[in-house]
């Protein structure tokens, strides 16, 4: 029989129930062993649909169980340095949420945490395993589009009639550029391989939020490559990225968690448009697939600290400019 790693899930969130365990559940190497929050009647939806072994009504409990091998954190931002450091401190393999956290000191103390504990600590990207993300980087790879000349990336819808939604509290790191623009830059990044040399970036301030409900900018790369990237929680717009390049492009609106038959568009010179299709599986799946292999077998984290720590260094940029 196949070893399976026993996962534990800090929090009740919504991407942990509709997201994130669903697709650790579909994987053949992984066990929902443990879930743990502060409200009783979240528990008791949890414990209903996913039936873990055990339940915790505190996060200090399901930590001290020495049966739980990795901990799955969804809290809100300003919790994850926190949580993942008690995690890792109780020797847990932590997988968490992004964005991984809020600055570059914290993800140096998360950083140095896992490596005095000899723990695996990966930020939880999950979209970077879908098949056409893959797929759209082995094109730009193989030069079918020619040099790549700029890539441009947008994440956006609204939400703005909501009462209440942690992500419109400052104090617990909310803000469209920490939930959504971090995907932004990251695919944008993950394309180029490389870092940006320039910043230039602008947000629009909520009336009622002390966060940033919209964040635009550009970034410039050696080179002359350009990125663009926009985030808002209040547009009814595109989620969407392009890759232009010197003899071809291509542009999915399908980018970031999606999953079934997915598609994107290429054009080759004066060609006209082909629509390929991609069959994707759960994006969660993969990602909790590759986490638990990790574990279980070693190897090379598909989203490395390195990575994770340019792209928080990168959103504070962004933040700080565009005040």
């Known amino acids: 029989m196949e070893k399976k790693v026993r996962w534990g899930i800090l929090g009740t969130a919504n991407i942990a129930k509709k997201a ?3 697709g650790l ?54 919790l994850h340095v926190e ?23 914290e993800v140096e103390k998360m950083r140095s945490c896992a490596e005095s504990n000899g723990v695996i600590l990966m930020e939880a990207f999950a979209y970077v395993y879908n098949p056409l993300i893959k797929k759209i980087k082995r094109i730009i790879e193989s030069g079918v589009i020619g040099n790549i000349e700029s890539v441009n990336s947008s994440f956006v819808f609204n939400m703005m009639d909501r009462e209440y939604d942690v992500r419109f509290e400052k104090r617990l790191g909310g ?18 391989g490389r870092e ?13 939020w002390d ?28 989620t969407y990225i392009e890759i232009l390049g010197d003899e071809g492009s291509i542009y999915s609106k399908h980018p970031f968690n999606e999953s079934g038959v997915l598609s994107y568009q290429i054009k080759i010179k004066d060609n006209n ?38 792209n928080v260094k990168l959103i504070e940029q962004v933040l700080e400019i565009s005040k």
Not at 26 to 55: D, H
Not at 196 to 208: D, L, W
Not at 284 to 289: G, I, P, R
């Open 175 to 192: 803000g469209a550029m920490y939930d959504i623009g971090c995907y932004t830059v990251h695919f944008i990044r993950h394309m180029f």
């Open 211 to 238: 966060v940033d409900v919209t964040t635009s900018g550009i970034l410039k790369f050696d080179d002359d490559l350009i990125g663009r990237f926009h985030s808002s929680f209040c547009q009814n717009g595109m």
């Open 25 to 78: 559940m579909k994987t053949s190497n992984s066990q929902l062993y443990a879930v743990a929050g502060r409200k009783a009647e979240k528990i008791s939806e949890f414990e209903t649909l996913f039936s873990p072994t055990t339940v915790y009504d505190s996060y200090e409990s399901l930590l001290k169980d020495e049966n739980v091998q990795a901990v799955y954190i969804p809290l809100p931002n300003s």
């Open 273 to 310: 448009w082909d629509v390929i299709t991609v069959d994707c599986p759960d994006n969660y799946m993969l990602e909790a697939e590759h986490f638990s292999d990790l574990i279980l077998n070693g190897g090379e984290q598909y989203v490395s600290l390195d990575d994770s720590y340019n």
């Open 196 to 208: 940006p040399v320039k910043i230039h970036a602008f947000s629009k301030r909520g009336e009622k």
């Open 83 to 105: 949580w993942s450091v008690k995690a890792m401190q109780h020797g847990k393999n932590v997988l968490c949420e992004k964005p991984l956290a809020l600055n570059v000191n």
């Open 20 to 22: 994130f365990i669903p």
